[in-house]
């Protein structure tokens, strides 16, 4: 009994010595992961990505294009959000600000340019899309169907619907063959059941 729990104390002891390791590991890379500032800028927008900041002081966060502000807000723990930003024909300087409340070394002042979007050329239209005053020296092509003037679809113009007079007797046709190898299976068990 006294190796038994001699191995339970020893199990206890490196469980308990594995798991302070891992409560150290932790504690220390939690300063790390503080304050983690995610900033992205393309050609169309700009989006913000703030996590693990102070929530007991005020945060602010500033995003803007020249003299004009897209983004000014004041922020917790964490903050996310995407800002469409404006039409450009030549990069666009982007300036974000944070302010940590708790501490200046964690407030970021950075600028980001915005390339121009390369947008696919709109297809000219050609000579004969364009409207014109002008009449036009070519006829009009002549509709290929004519509609129907009967209501309701009804008179001889009907679209073919795969339907023909040969459908009935095709039917009729399945119906016998089904009707005769019915007769032979009856025929065969009966013979089945007299050799039996």
């Given at each position: 009994m006294t190796a038994?729990?001699?191995?339970?104390?020893?199990?206890?002891?490196?469980?308990?010595?594995?798991a302070a390791l891992?409560?150290?590991?932790m504690f220390v890379a939690?300063?790390?992961?503080a304050h983690v500032p995610g900033w992205e800028v393309d050609c169309y927008a700009t989006s913000i990505h703030l996590e693990n900041y102070?929530?007991?002081?005020?945060?602010?966060?500033?995003?803007?294009?020249?003299?004009?502000?897209?983004?000014?807000?004041?922020?917790g723990r964490t903050f996310d959000k995407k800002v469409d930003l404006p039409k450009h024909t030549s990069p666009l300087d982007v300036h974000l600000?944070?302010?940590?409340?708790?501490?200046?070394?964690?407030?970021?002042?950075?600028?980001?340019?915005s390339p121009v979007c390369e947008e696919s050329p709109s297809p000219s239209?050609?000579?004969?899309?364009?409207?014109?005053?002008?009449?036009?020296?070519?006829?009009p092509a002549p509709p290929s169907e004519k509609p129907s003037t009967a209501p309701n679809g009804g008179g001889d113009d009907l679209a073919e619907t795969g339907a023909s007079s040969a459908t009935p007797m095709i039917?009729?046709?399945?119906?016998?063959?089904?009707?005769?190898?019915?007769?032979l299976v009856v025929v065969a068990r009966k013979r089945r059941s007299a050799q039996d």
């Amino acid at each position: 009994m006294t190796a038994i729990r001699q191995r339970w104390h020893r199990a206890a002891a490196v469980a308990t010595g594995v798991a302070a390791l891992a409560g150290t590991g932790m504690f220390v890379a939690s300063p790390a992961s503080a304050h983690v500032p995610g900033w992205e800028v393309d050609c169309y927008a700009t989006s913000i990505h703030l996590e693990n900041y102070n929530d007991q002081v005020e945060n602010t966060v500033t995003i803007s294009v020249g003299d004009k502000k897209l983004v000014d807000e004041k922020f917790g723990r964490t903050f996310d959000k995407k800002v469409d930003l404006p039409k450009h024909t030549s990069p666009l300087d982007v300036h974000l600000v944070v302010k940590a409340g708790d501490d200046d070394k964690f407030s970021r002042d950075e600028h980001k340019s915005s390339p121009v979007c390369e947008e696919s050329p709109s297809p000219s239209p050609s000579p004969s899309d364009e409207p014109s005053d002008e009449p036009s020296s070519e006829a009009p092509a002549p509709p290929s169907e004519k509609p129907s003037t009967a209501p309701n679809g009804g008179g001889d113009d009907l679209a073919e619907t795969g339907a023909s007079s040969a459908t009935p007797m095709i039917a009729g046709a399945a119906g016998v063959v089904l009707v005769a190898g019915a007769g032979l299976v009856v025929v065969a068990r009966k013979r089945r059941s007299a050799q039996d």
